[in-house]
């Protein structure tokens, strides 16, 4: 059974810094490139950043490149997005996702408020 479970969200004032984790099981980490999205409040879902099956060709949203970072570790078979310089349009849940596939875990929410 697939299972993605997100964590490390929280509240945070502007200009902070958070790291996100995603634990994967039940299918092959290692084999899947791997995406976060985010969604906000009324919005729709966005991609945030997706990183090739070997770290390779990360790739990034316009609004968070260069303050986020996306890493995976296919030892422990953890999805990572390090987000640094955090700002209220930030504010969302966030979730990760293999990437073509249905698999979402329950989310972790982020809220960037002075």
């Known amino acids: 059974q697939v299972q993605l479970m997100e964590s490390g969200g929280g509240v945070v004032q502007p200009g902070g810094s958070l790291t996100l984790s995603c634990l994967a099981s039940g299918f092959s980490f290692k084999s899947y490139a791997m995406t976060w999205y985010r969604r906000a409040p009324g919005k729709d879902r966005e991609l945030v950043a997706r990183i090739g099956e070997t770290g390779d060709r990360p790739r990034y949203n316009d609004a968070v490149k260069d303050r986020f970072t996306i890493s995976r570790d296919n030892v422990k078979n953890v999805l990572s997005l390090q987000m640094n310089d955090l700002k209220p349009e930030d504010t969302a849940k966030y979730y990760c996702?293999?990437?073509?596939?249905?698999?979402w875990g329950p989310g972790t929410q982020v809220t960037v408020s002075s």
């Open positions: 996702n293999g990437e073509y596939t249905e698999w």
